[in-house]
Structures are given as C-alpha cells and as structure tokens.
C-alpha cells in the first residue's frame, strides 16, 4: 500500500515542499508520496476526514495553521505555546509547530546565536512562532508591525508566557528605542505591499529574515545592505523537522543519516 503525504494551503502551487520531502525520502528509502493541493480553511474539515488510512500526515501553510486546530485531538507544546500547527499525523490527529525549530535553526545556521531586539513584520502564524524562535534565542524586545495593532492582544499575551516585551507599531511608525534591532524578520508574502521604509542602518546593522521565498529575492531582501537569511531556509529545516515528525513520530527524533537527509534536501532546492 502506497504512503500519502501532502502539504496542503491556498495558493499552493508554488510550494517547493514537495521538492524537499520527496528528497528526504529517496535518501531514506521510502516509496513515500508527497504532493501539494490547494485546500482552503472552508475545506480543511472534508479533506482531512475523507483520508483513507494509506494517508500518513499533512503539512499545513497559509491559512490553515491555525484553522487545523479545532480538527486535532492532541498536540505539541509548541502548538500550544503559538496557537498555530503546521505539521500532523492523520492516525491519532496529533499536531505539531516545526516553524519554530525552522527558525531558530536558520539564524544558528547564519552564524546567529543569539538575539536581544527584534522587528517582527506582520502577526498571523508564522509571526506567534517567530516570536517564540526569538525568545529561545534570548530577545527581551519584541516590535511587531501590524497594519491594526489593535489585533495584538494574542501576541502581547504569548510574550507575557515567554518574558519578552511586546510593543506593536502600525506599518511605517518606528519604535524610537530600537532604531537598530538585532534582527528584523518579516513574515509577509513575498508579493504583499506595505509602507515599510527601513533606514540605512537598519539595513546595514540588522539581520534580515524574510520568510518568502517566492519570488527572490523579495522586495524587501532586494533592497538590505547586511545579512540576509532566506525563507528557503526555514523552509528547508522546518520540513527536516517535518520528516522526523513522519518517520519517527517526533520533531525531536533525529533521522538515520540526517546529515545526508538534509544535504539531499538543500541540493532539492538549492539552498
């Protein structure tokens, strides 16, 4: 019996999930289907529950992390913690949160270990985990840049959990105590427009993190001075989270050969 897997959302065309799971398994030796299809949050309930038991898991991307919610009987803590799950095991309807692995994993991998102020861009899912991957990485101050800040009391209250301060901003007003952040992250798409301006020594002296990765380099990335971390990379570690999750049945569960696993995965997309 064939293995089904699936990353599901709207748009999905574009994903290079597909490219990266279907790498991992060849390496691992797993006649595993993965493909990508375009489910959105009003069909989320039928497609999940119309599963045949040769379908193993689901990766979930915009807008259904947190839609998935209400159809899960059990998660991670880190599910729990950002309120979003992209990764689920069908048997058991387990969830699990691989973005902030993703994240996390990406800046050590550009050589950042640790952070102190942040600019996050934009609040839905992937934002809750940006903020959680930074405060594992020792921030203190967090600046969100919402187009209504009155829509943060989800975010000011996940800081609160993990001792981070959390000021949001609507989209081109500065917090005058962090001309230059450690970093700046945004979590808008990559064809999204907004009024952001960011002045040189920001560009300069932050690290940029841009979660899009179609097209690239975003228009944002296009225009920074300094370091810049592609989405692709979180992309690329979140799916070897993803694959743990799959084979071993924990994000924690280190692969057999990952290094290989993962090389096959970078070269899959060139990353």
Known sequence: MTTNLAVLGSPIAHSKSPLLHRAAYAVLGLDWEYEAIEVTGETLADFVSSRSADWLGLSLTMPLKRDVLRLLTDWDDTVGLTGSANTVLLADRRGFNTDVYGITEAFRAAGVSSLDRVQILGGGATAASALAAVAALGATQVQFALRDPSKSGSLEALGAKLGVGVVA?????????????????????????HSLVFAEPIRQGAVLFDVAYDPWPSALASTWLGTVISGLEMLTLQALAQVRVFVNGSPDAVLDDEAAVLTAMRAAVAV
Not at 171 to 193: K, N, Y
């Open 169 to 193: 901003r609507p989209f081109g007003v500065q917090d005058r105590s962090m001309i230059v952040p450690d970093a700046v992250i945004s979590t808008l798409p990559g064809h999204s427009e």
